[in-house]
């Protein structure tokens, strides 16, 4: 059978049943280590017991000092050696004649051991040997007389038993341990090979491997720049229009989204766990239309995916085609308002008005030179400078008057933003000050309109005397959707404006009272 081809559960199965095995091969090899040495530990206290025993008897004491004293002591040592289950017990003289043995040939003779002589110096203690029946754990014991002097050694020796004799003697215990292992370890490792095989969706491993070449191939094939990231932030797509459209290079895989492109807002997704579609946001410069989607797992989220398009180009070419349709209109209302004084000078040449006619001319030239002169020389951008002009004219049109106010100036846009984001403000602002002032009865109809600016501190003030907001839309005025409009509205001017007053880390603050007008006052910070 071969082992490679077999599906992957069956792998997974035969892979935790070997690491099962093995871990008990080695559990088994500590296991026997440590009973031997247990083992070895229990000899040698027996055995200097037993020393101890034999070397305190009278008898011993007495007749080792005698020739023939084998005699009396080899009975009474053996009778001791059986009874304590010893393997063998020698009691020695100070001339290292055996006085005792089990094997009776070698009683008389002299002992040849290489670890007995601390012993005769007066000294107990244990040494592991090995003789002809095996390793040994013989302990030593003086043997002193009624003076305190020694006169002889008692040696106690216990043959270690091998590994295979432990393993005999607890073979019924091994056998039941190895049956409950093998059966659980069996069962486990079914069990997380099926777990394993639901988190994998039920694909084998090349099925995967194919899913996952052909997904990156679709990921770089893509026109939208994808990016996704996990719980921790890190990032795990990236595809190479995204690498274009923010300007990354090398291999951004595997490093926090936030060092690599700081403002994608996408770490906002895992906090909130909810998705946010066709929102624009200023990333690096650029002008992007993000969807962001949480990954979710068993209703857990467990990263997010962004798509990004990048609309810079098509902003720029809808800022042009919404400046000259902005510079159509003033020229329309121009034309308009130009006919129309036309024929107010007409009709004062005709009632021979001569004098007032020329005084009108001069009247309306001084007004209209001294706004556009004050226009272009204090708003340094031709678009706002362009939406203020048709504003006003605008105003005209619709007998509302539109005040700029003299120090008025703008050098250059705060960080963050462009002149579209300012046409979008001042357009919405301002529009929405002529629908209120058009469905008021306000004899007098204005709209005030500041834009200051210092080092710290841009400041941009649209200020009507209109009908005001009502209470009840406050709470809620800048949420996509909800208008003053009534079914001609679309709720989506101050949305916009509030969108892009983030985007600027700028503030916005309202003030409205019923019959007393309404007041937007927004800043931004110029570093």
């Known amino acids: 059978m071969n082992v490679l081809k077999l599906p992957i559960r069956w792998k997974i199965i035969f892979l935790s049943f070997g690491i099962v095995l093995f871990s008990l091969l080695i559990g088994g090899i500590?296991?026997?280590?440590?009973?031997?040495?247990?083992?070895?530990?229990?000899?040698?206290?027996?055995?200097?017991?037993?020393?101890?025993?034999?070397?305190?008897?009278?008898?011993?004491?007495?007749?080792?000092?005698?020739?023939?004293?084998?005699?009396?002591?080899?009975?009474?040592?053996?009778?001791?050696?059986?009874?304590?289950?010893?393997?063998?017990?020698?009691?020695?003289?100070?001339?290292?004649i055996r006085y005792s043995h089990p094997v009776q040939s070698l009683i008389g003779t002299s002992s040849t051991g290489k670890d007995e002589g601390p012993a005769f110096a007066d000294h107990t203690y244990l040494s592991k040997a090995k003789g002809d029946l095996g390793i040994a754990v013989r302990a030593f014991m003086p043997i002193k007389n009624n003076k305190l002097e020694q006169v002889g050694v008692v040696i106690v020796g216990n043959i270690l038993p091998g590994y295979l004799?432990?393993?005999?003697?607890?073979?019924?215990?091994?056998?039941?341990?190895?049956?409950?292992?093998?059966?659980?370890?069996?069962l486990g490792s079914w069990m997380l090979a099926r777990h394993i095989k639901q988190q994998m969706f039920e694909l084998e491993p090349h099925q995967i491997v194919r899913m996952y070449e052909e997904s990156t191939a679709a990921f770089h094939a893509m026109h939208e720049g994808v990016i996704a990231i996990d719980m921790n932030e890190k990032i795990t797509i990236f595809n190479e229009r995204a690498k274009d459209i923010f300007d990354v290079t090398g291999h951004p895989l595997?490093?926090?989204?936030?060092?690599?492109?700081?403002?994608?807002?996408?770490?906002?997704?895992i906090e909130y766990g909810k998705a946010v579609f066709n929102q624009e946001i200023n990333v690096s410069g650029n002008i992007i239309i993000s969807n962001r989607i949480p990954i979710k797992v068993d209703k857990s989220v467990i990263g997010a995916v962004a798509i990004f398009q990048d609309r810079t180009e098509v902003a720029k070419m809808a800022e042009e085609l919404t400046g000259v349709k902005a510079f159509v209109e003033a020229l329309r209302i121009q034309n308009h308002e130009h006919l129309n004084k036309l024929h107010t000078i007409a009709g004062l040449i005709q009632?021979?008005?001569?004098?007032?006619?020329?005084?009108?001319?001069?009247?309306?030239?001084?007004?209209?030179?001294?706004?556009?002169?004050?226009?272009?020389?204090?708003?340094?951008n031709d678009s706002i400078a362009g939406l203020l002009l048709s504003k006003v004219s605008r105003g005209k049109e619709l007998k509302i008057e539109v005040i700029i106010d003299s120090q008025s100036h703008l050098q250059h846009l705060p960080p963050h933003l462009n002149e579209h984001d300012f046409v979008i403000i001042l357009g919405n602002l301002i529009e929405n000050s002529f629908y209120a002032l058009n469905e008021s009865d306000t004899s007098l109809k204005k709209i005030d309109v500041s834009i200051e600016q210092d080092h710290e501190v841009c400041a941009l003030l649209v200020e009507d005397n209109g009908p005001g907001i009502p209470e009840e839309l406050l709470p809620d005025i800048f949420v996509k959707g909800v208008t003053t409009k009534g079914e001609e509205g679309l709720g989506i001017g101050l949305y916009l404006v509030k969108d892009i007053v983030n985007k600027g880390k700028g503030e916005i603050s309202l003030s409205t009272f019923p019959g007393g007008g309404t007041s937007f006052y927004i800043t931004f910070p110029m570093k």
């Open 30 to 96: 500590i296991i026997t280590g440590k009973i031997v040495d247990m083992r070895e530990e229990e000899l040698g206290k027996r055995g200097m017991i037993t020393a101890r025993t034999v070397a305190q008897l009278p008898e011993v004491q007495k007749q080792i000092q005698k020739k023939n004293g084998a005699a009396v002591i080899n009975p009474i040592v053996e009778n001791i050696r059986v009874i304590n289950n010893t393997d063998y017990i020698v009691v020695l003289n100070m001339e290292g």
């Open 254 to 269: 595997g490093k926090p989204i936030r060092s690599v492109i700081p403002d994608t807002r996408l770490p906002e997704i």
């Open 351 to 380: 009632l021979d008005k001569k004098k007032q006619a020329l005084q009108y001319v001069f009247d309306i030239t001084k007004q209209q030179e001294s706004l556009t002169r004050l226009i272009t020389k204090n708003i340094r």
């Open 165 to 186: 004799e432990i393993l005999q003697g607890l073979k019924a215990q091994i056998a039941l341990i190895m049956f409950l292992t093998l059966l659980f370890g069996l």
